[in-house]
C-alpha cells in the first residue's frame, strides 16, 4: 500500500504462513470444529491472560451468548453506550431484555461513571430492573472499567465487556489486561478481517468462572450436552441454543495470526504516533484521539474529532475529497438512540455526548502493513482539505 496505492480505513495483513496454516487445515479430517478449535480458544485465553475463551463465529453471537449465560430476559435491562456498533444493543434485544442507553464522553465516545449513573438514574422511570451493563472500549481505548466496575457492583451488575475492537488492550498502567476479566464476568472479542487480529469471521468470549464458560458452550451448539453414561453418543438439550460454532479452518487462521499480534499491535503503535505528531499542529480544527494517560489501547481505529463547521467543510465533503485522493475513511458509529428501531422502541432521547461525539469523528487509515509514507500522505492530505475548505485550487491536488 506504499505509495498511491488506494488506502482503505482498514484491512487484514495476511501473510504466507496464514495461508499455509489454512491449507493445512483444509488437507485435515476437520473443516468445522475439530482439534483446532481447542488449541485455538487454549492459545487465545493464555494470550489475554483469561481462565476461558469460547470461541464462535462472530462477535455479534459472541455478545448473544454473553447474553444468554448471564440469563438476561424479559423485564430485564442492560446499559449499553449510544455510541457503537448495532450489535452491542441488539443482543440484548435477542434475549427479550431491553437497552438503557449511556451517554458517553464527547471527545473519546466512552461511557463514564458520570453517564452510567445518569442511566441507572433514568432507568428507574422504566419497568424492569437493571441487570447489566456492556461498557463498550471504543476504537481499542479501554473504558474507566475501574470507576465502572464500583457503581456496577453497588448496583448488582453483571459486566459484559464490548471488547471487539481492544483485542491487547492494556490499561491501569499495564496492571490490567482487556479480557483476563478483572472487572467483568464476561469480555467478548471480534476476529472480523479488519481487527487487531483475524480468523476471517468470528468472535471470541473470556470469562474466569467455570458455569459461564460450561453455559457459553452450551449455548453455542444448540443448547446440547454430552452425557457419557448415557453412551459416546449421548447428549442432552436442556436449553434451546444456537450453532454459533467456529470451523476448525477459522480456527487455524485465528492461531497463526495469534502468534503475531504483539507485532500487530507495536505497528499499531508506530502508525498511531506518527498520526499524532503530524495531526497535532491542526488543533483545534481537528483533536487527535483521546485515550487515558495510564492506557495502552492495542488500537483498531484511528479516529480524530474533526470541528467542520469550524473548518467550513462538511464531513461527507471531506471523506468525497479524501477518497478522490485514494483515501479511504469511515465513521463509527451513528448513535444507536437515533437509530429507527430504538427510537421507535424508547422514543427520543437526548444524548449530547453521543451526538457530539458523532458529529465531529472520521477514522483514517490504520492498519499494520501501511507504511509510514502512507500516514504522512493521508495526514497532509487532511491537513491541505481542512485548510482549503474551498477544494482544488489552482490545478492543486
Wanted: with cysteine; charged share 20%; proline share 6%.
Amino acid at each position: 500500500m506504499k505509495g498511491n496505492g488506494f488506502l482503505p480505513y482498514g484491512r487484514q495483513w495476511v501473510e504466507d504462513d496464514d495461508v499455509e496454516a489454512v491449507i493445512a487445515a483444509l488437507r485435515s479430517d476437520f473443516l468445522t470444529t475439530g482439534p483446532m478449535v481447542a488449541r485455538f480458544e487454549t492459545a487465545f485465553a493464555e494470550k489475554v491472560g483469561a481462565k476461558h475463551a469460547i470461541c464462535c463465529n462472530s462477535g455479534t453471537a459472541g455478545l448473544h451468548l454473553a447474553m444468554l449465560a448471564a440469563r438476561l430476559g424479559p423485564g430485564d435491562l442492560a446499559v449499553v453506550p449510544s455510541v457503537t456498533f448495532l450489535a452491542t444493543a441488539n443482543a440484548v434485544r435477542y434475549v427479550g431484555a431491553d437497552v438503557v442507553f449511556a451517554d458517553v464522553d464527547p471527545e473519546s465516545g466512552l461511557i463514564t461513571a458520570e453517564s452510567l449513573t445518569a442511566a441507572l438514574e433514568s432507568a428507574r422511570r422504566r419497568e424492569g430492573r437493571v441487570r447489566a451493563v456492556l461498557p463498550v472500549h471504543l476504537k481499542g481505548v479501554p473504558a474507566d472499567m475501574e470507576t465502572i466496575t464500583a457503581i456496577a457492583e453497588a448496583a448488582d451488575l453483571t459486566i459484559v465487556e464490548d471488547a471487539a475492537h481492544a483485542v491487547g488492550t492494556r490499561y491501569g498502567g499495564g496492571r490490567y489486561q482487556v479480557g483476563a476479566n478483572h472487572h467483568a464476568a464476561m469480555t467478548v472479542f471480534s476476529t472480523h478481517p479488519v481487527k487487531t487480529m483475524t480468523t476471517a469471521e468470528g468472535g471470541v468470549v473470556t470469562t474466569e468462572r467455570d458455569d459461564l464458560a460450561r453455559d457459553l458452550r452450551k449455548f453455542r451448539s444448540h443448547g446440547m450436552e454430552a452425557d457419557p453414561s448415557g453412551g459416546p453418543w449421548y447428549y442432552e438439550m436442556s436449553e434451546l441454543g444456537y450453532n454459533y460454532r467456529m470451523p476448525d479452518i477459522n480456527c487455524a487462521l485465528g492461531l497463526s495470526q495469534l502468534a503475531k499480534l504483539d507485532r500487530f499491535l507495536a505497528r499499531r503503535a508506530e502508525l498511531v504516533a506518527r498520526y499524532d505528531r503530524l495531526l497535532a499542529p491542526l488543533a483545534p480544527l481537528l483533536r487527535i484521539p483521546k485515550r487515558p494517560a495510564d492506557a495502552e489501547p492495542g488500537w483498531h481505529l484511528y479516529a480524530a474529532q474533526i470541528d467542520f463547521a469550524a473548518a467550513g467543510v462538511t464531513r461527507a465533503t471531506l471523506m468525497a475529497r479524501l477518497r478522490e485522493d485514494g483515501i479511504g475513511t469511515q465513521v463509527h458509529y451513528i448513535p444507536l438512540h437515533w437509530q429507527p428501531y430504538y427510537r421507535d422502541r424508547y422514543g427520543e432521547l437526548s444524548l449530547p455526548g453521543a451526538e457530539a461525539f458523532y458529529q465531529g469523528t472520521l477514522a483514517l487509515p490504520l492498519y499494520p502493513s501501511m507504511h509510514d509514507d502512507d500516514v504522512d500522505r493521508v495526514a497532509e492530505r487532511v491537513a491541505w482539505h481542512l485548510q482549503h475548505p474551498a477544494g482544488r485550487q489552482g490545478g492543486e491536488a
